[in-house]
Protein backbone atom coordinates (compact mmCIF):
# COMPACT_ATOMS: atom_id res chain seq x y z
CA UNK A 1 0.00 0.00 0.00
CA UNK A 2 1.10 3.30 -0.34
CA UNK A 3 0.88 6.18 2.79
CA UNK A 4 0.76 10.08 1.96
CA UNK A 5 1.78 12.21 4.69
CA UNK A 6 2.51 15.71 4.87
CA UNK A 7 6.00 17.12 5.66
CA UNK A 8 5.44 20.23 7.98
CA UNK A 9 5.37 22.65 4.80
CA UNK A 10 2.52 20.66 3.83
CA UNK A 11 4.33 18.64 0.64
CA UNK A 12 3.12 15.22 0.55
CA UNK A 13 5.83 12.39 1.45
CA UNK A 14 4.72 9.08 -0.03
CA UNK A 15 5.98 5.63 1.16
CA UNK A 16 5.08 2.65 0.17
CA UNK A 17 4.23 0.30 3.61
CA UNK A 18 2.81 -3.09 5.20
CA UNK A 19 -0.30 -3.21 6.40
CA UNK A 20 -3.61 -4.87 7.54
CA UNK A 21 -7.04 -3.79 7.34
CA UNK A 22 -8.93 -4.83 9.75
CA UNK A 23 -13.03 -3.43 11.02
CA UNK A 24 -12.36 -0.40 8.28
CA UNK A 25 -9.31 0.44 9.94
CA UNK A 26 -5.48 0.47 8.32
CA UNK A 27 -2.67 -0.49 10.49
CA UNK A 28 0.92 0.00 9.57
CA UNK A 29 3.91 -0.71 11.42
CA UNK A 30 6.85 1.35 11.18
CA UNK A 31 9.83 2.42 13.50
CA UNK A 32 9.63 5.04 15.35
CA UNK A 33 12.51 7.39 13.75
CA UNK A 34 10.63 7.34 10.56
CA UNK A 35 9.96 9.93 8.43
CA UNK A 36 5.80 8.89 8.08
CA UNK A 37 5.58 8.96 11.85
CA UNK A 38 7.42 12.39 12.35
CA UNK A 39 5.19 13.64 9.62
CA UNK A 40 1.88 12.24 11.46
CA UNK A 41 2.82 13.87 15.42
CA UNK A 42 2.63 17.48 13.21
CA UNK A 43 -0.39 16.37 11.24
CA UNK A 44 -2.04 13.41 11.74
CA UNK A 45 -4.24 13.48 7.59
CA UNK A 46 -3.29 10.72 5.38
CA UNK A 47 -4.54 9.24 2.34
CA UNK A 48 -4.13 5.43 1.20
CA UNK A 49 -3.76 3.84 -1.85
CA UNK A 50 -3.69 -0.09 -2.70
CA UNK A 51 -3.45 -1.17 -5.98
CA UNK A 52 -3.45 2.07 -7.55
CA UNK A 53 -2.50 1.13 -10.49
CA UNK A 54 -4.44 -2.31 -10.84
CA UNK A 55 -7.95 -2.72 -12.01
CA UNK A 56 -9.55 -2.49 -8.79
CA UNK A 57 -7.35 0.36 -6.59
CA UNK A 58 -8.52 1.05 -3.01
CA UNK A 59 -8.36 4.48 -2.14
CA UNK A 60 -8.75 6.11 1.03
CA UNK A 61 -8.19 8.98 3.45
CA UNK A 62 -7.53 9.49 7.54
CA UNK A 63 -6.62 10.24 10.67
CA UNK A 64 -3.73 8.53 12.34
CA UNK A 65 -3.12 7.61 15.32
CA UNK A 66 0.54 6.72 16.69
CA UNK A 67 0.60 3.60 18.99
CA UNK A 68 3.96 3.24 21.17
CA UNK A 69 3.12 0.25 22.91
CA UNK A 70 2.91 -2.21 20.39
CA UNK A 71 2.92 -5.22 22.96
CA UNK A 72 -0.65 -4.46 23.36
CA UNK A 73 -1.96 -5.68 19.79
CA UNK A 74 -0.65 -8.82 20.15
CA UNK A 75 -3.59 -10.30 17.94
CA UNK A 76 -2.43 -7.85 15.25
CA UNK A 77 1.23 -8.61 15.64
CA UNK A 78 0.03 -12.61 14.76
CA UNK A 79 -1.90 -11.29 11.81
CA UNK A 80 1.26 -9.50 10.59
CA UNK A 81 3.37 -12.17 11.11
CA UNK A 82 0.68 -14.37 9.12
CA UNK A 83 0.30 -11.67 6.32
CA UNK A 84 4.19 -11.32 5.61
CA UNK A 85 5.47 -14.96 6.46
CA UNK A 86 6.22 -14.45 9.70
CA UNK A 87 7.72 -11.32 10.02
CA UNK A 88 7.93 -9.63 13.39
CA UNK A 89 6.05 -6.28 13.10
CA UNK A 90 7.49 -5.67 16.70
CA UNK A 91 11.39 -6.48 16.50
CA UNK A 92 13.23 -3.32 17.06
CA UNK A 93 16.68 -5.21 16.78
CA UNK A 94 17.07 -3.21 13.23
CA UNK A 95 15.33 -0.09 13.08
CA UNK A 96 14.96 0.57 17.01
CA UNK A 97 11.70 1.25 18.14
CA UNK A 98 8.49 0.27 16.83
CA UNK A 99 5.10 2.05 16.92
CA UNK A 100 1.92 1.06 14.99
CA UNK A 101 -0.14 3.54 12.91
CA UNK A 102 -3.84 3.04 13.35
CA UNK A 103 -5.82 5.09 10.38
CA UNK A 104 -9.60 4.77 10.44
CA UNK A 105 -11.16 5.48 7.38
CA UNK A 106 -13.04 8.85 6.90
CA UNK A 107 -13.33 8.62 3.38
CA UNK A 108 -13.47 5.99 0.71
CA UNK A 109 -12.70 7.35 -3.24
CA UNK A 110 -12.20 3.79 -4.51
CA UNK A 111 -13.05 1.01 -3.40
CA UNK A 112 -14.11 -2.61 -4.79
CA UNK A 113 -16.87 -3.96 -3.14
Not at 29 to 34: D, F, G, L, W
Not at 68 to 82: A, K, P, T
Not at 97 to 102: E, F, G, K
Request: proline share 7%; glycine share 8%.
Amino acid sequence: MWLTTLRSDGSPHTTPVWFLLHQNTFWIPSAEQNRKVRNLLDDPRVSLAVDGSAGDPWVAQGLATIHHDVGEFVDLLRLFGEKYDGWDAADETRDGPRVLVSVPVTRWFLRPD
